[in-house]
């Protein structure tokens, strides 16, 4: 079996070469497929097998397996797709509109794709190759399909053996989340487990004492859930069964042992490994608090496969430099544009598989992005089709955030001295609107003796970026942003607001009406009397330019995958890091250092009216 290890630096030499061989590009690898388009003409002499045929024998919920092509008529546009569940036919097809007249032949799109000479450079004149694919648990066997004809017009040719893991409906990927206490953390998973075949529990506890034993809920939705194509037609499948577990009255700053498990109906129990996290400190607490923030990373492929390299280029080099430092955090978010899987529904599970050795050990919190709920006429503030059919509804179940209303996505988390004010740029936020009543009532709701750090966060650019296509509308920022919300970050004196969306990094002076209120470039102190404003999509996506128009207010800009770092060493000194991903050094930092009476200190339109009388 191949074994497969890399680092960051290893992918960043990987991608360096292949962006010189293939643009970037905005479209979903799995969208290239006509899958309605293929047909079957299976071929006397190809065979494709696979090995091994049973995988997770111990308990693993990633393996790698080989398999081995031989096709007498080979070409450079053979590709190979993974299907799952193993048994693919037109059964399965969904029509937005009445029944086809010539049923398509195959209803649904593969996982993921690799071509045939991806690792075999004589595949076309041998007609012989053996590939690698790394699969991840996923409720259903398995098989691998050999198409001629290339992405446009598919023609199986050859379909291997089955395989499966040792048990398919496994608990799987956890993730954690704040709950709505500061003393709570939920615990959400996957499963092929319904409330009908096992309980869902979670077992947790402190080193050294008796363990708990928390329920679950469990959610799932269905092809009726989606609003349109491919998330309705050949992008579905079976998202299984999502559970989540909220663990109460936890102490602060402390270590936790936990396990994901499910009670069959003979009582036994299917249980995961054993994870552990860290609690959150007490609202106001003063210990070392360190955060991470970043949008748009997406999800890839450790196989090549799926054209790895020209859809979501640095993710995994983000991914692989936060798993390289977990010591050093405490908490994530990740700022909308989660998967970028546009309607591919297998996607969230590669996904929450990509990112399990982070959200399994540290909250994860997430944003809504226009690649998860924008759809048109489902409720949200665009009409574009960027969720691909999705529109929201993956997003909303496969990760909990203590919102009072998932389908609307903003909430308020506190993590000790900071105060979170995560807001959702897919629903209107303009004054007057139920979403900017939420917003003030966030930001007022805060006590800066205790919490200082004042953060505010949205998934598209509210505030001001150098961005080209925002550079052509002539606004800098999503229209309506700063125009209806820049009164409520002067007047509660918000310290940063940061965005996704735009796929670089740039960073502005302290900033109120469009113009810096403070000369500094790298150590604020004394008196709140603007917004720093923060563009961290490069998560992972496909790169964004900058306008060549000089914005005089942006002190830092990076053309470039990173992250944002924040550190609050007490009540009185926060550090600011942009960090690359490629090599995760600082590029861009400064400080700020204040006293409590700094930001009750009057600037313009940040007070309250004020009387003379006695």
């Known amino acids: 079996m191949k074994a497969f290890l890399c680092n960051a630096s290893y992918y960043s030499s990987i991608i360096r070469s292949d962006l010189r061989r293939r643009n970037p590009t905005d479209e979903q690898p799995l969208s290239k497929i006509a899958i309605h388009k293929a047909f079957i003409d299976l071929h006397e002499s190809a065979s494709i097998k696979a090995e091994p045929l049973l995988l997770g024998l111990k308990g693993e919920d990633t393996a790698w397996v080989n398999v081995e092509l031989n096709y007498p008529e080979p070409s450079e546009n053979d590709w190979v797709g993974v299907f799952s569940p193993a048994k693919f036919n037109a059964s399965d097809c969904y029509y937005e509109s009445g029944k086809s007249h010539e049923a398509p032949s195959i209803c649904t799109a593969p996982i993921k794709y690799m071509f045939a000479n991806h690792s075999s450079s004589n595949y076309v004149t041998s007609g012989k190759a053996t590939l690698s694919f790394q699969l991840i648990n996923q409720r259903a066997d398995f098989a691998f399909a050999l198409f001629s004809g290339g992405l446009d017009i ?23 989340a704040h709950g709505k206490a500061w003393d709570e953390m939920t615990v959400t998973w996957t499963s092929g487990y319904n409330i009908d075949e096992a309980v869902p529990l979670v077992e947790w506890g402190q080193a050294g004492y008796s ?115 977990l010591e050093n955090y405490d908490i994530v978010f990740h700022i ?14 590669q996904f929450t598989a990509q990112v399990e050795p982070i959200a399994s050990i540290k909250p994860y919190m997430v944003a ?36 009072e209303n998932r389908a609307k996505f903003w909430y308020s988390t506190d993590y ?29 709701s805060v006590d800066r003796k205790k919490q200082p750090w004042l953060i505010f966060s949205a998934h598209r650019v509210l505030g001001y970026s150098s961005n080209s296509w925002y550079a052509m509308e002539g606004s800098f920022e999503e229209p309506m942003g700063r125009e209806h919300l820049q009164k409520l970050w002067q007047k509660y004196k918000v310290d940063i607001a940061f965005y996704g969306h735009v796929h670089n990094y740039e960073r502005t002076c302290p900033i109120y009406q469009n113009q810096c209120v403070n000369t500094e470039r790298y150590s604020y102190s004394g008196t709140v009397n603007g ?10 996506s496909h790169l964004s330019d900058f306008t060549e128009i000089n914005t005089i207010w942006s002190l830092y800009k990076d053309h470039d995958w990173g992250f944002v770092k924040l550190t609050a060493f007490n009540h009185s000194s926060l550090l600011f890091e942009y960090k690359k991903s490629r090599d995760g050094l600082v590029y861009d930092n400064f400080t700020i250092s204040r006293d409590y009476r700094d930001v009750l200190a009057c600037v313009h339109d940040g007070c309250e009216p004020t009387t003379l009388a006695s």
């Open 531 to 540: 917004t720093i404003h923060v563009v961290v999509g490069g998560g992972g």
């Open 211 to 325: 363990p708990k034993q928390s329920p679950a809920g469990t959610l799932t939705f269905t092809r009726g859930s989606m609003c349109g194509p491919p998330a309705r037609t050949v992008g579905w499948r079976d998202p299984g069964f999502i559970h989540t577990s909220f663990l109460k009255e936890l102490w602060p700053n402390t270590l936790y042992n936990y396990r994901i498990g499910h009670m069959l109906s003979n009582g036994s129990v299917i249980w995961s490994k054993m994870y552990s996290f860290k609690s959150s400190p007490y609202p106001g607490q003063s210990s070392l608090q360190r955060v991470i923030i970043f949008g748009d990373m997406g999800k890839a492929e450790r196989d090549g496969s799926n054209e790895y390299a020209s859809y979501q280029p640095g993710s995994l080099i983000t991914t692989d430099q936060l798993l390289s430092d």
């Open 368 to 403: 809504s992005g226009n690649h998860e709920r924008s759809w048109p006429n489902s409720g949200g503030f665009y009409a574009t089709k960027d969720s691909g059919g999705e529109c929201g509804v993956p997003a909303e179940t496969m990760y909990y955030v203590p919102a």
């Open 416 to 444: 000790g001295m900071f105060h979170f004010c995560i807001v959702d740029s897919e629903h209107d936020w303009r004054e007057g609107s139920e979403q900017y009543a939420w917003i003030e009532k966030c930001l007022a």
């Open 154 to 176: 598919p023609k199986l040719v050859a379909v291997s053996n089955p395989i499966s893991f040792a048990n398919p409906k496994a608990p799987v990927y956890p993730r954690l």
């Open 336 to 349: 909308g544009d989660i998967p970028y899987a546009n309607g591919y529904i297998s996607q969230w599970d």
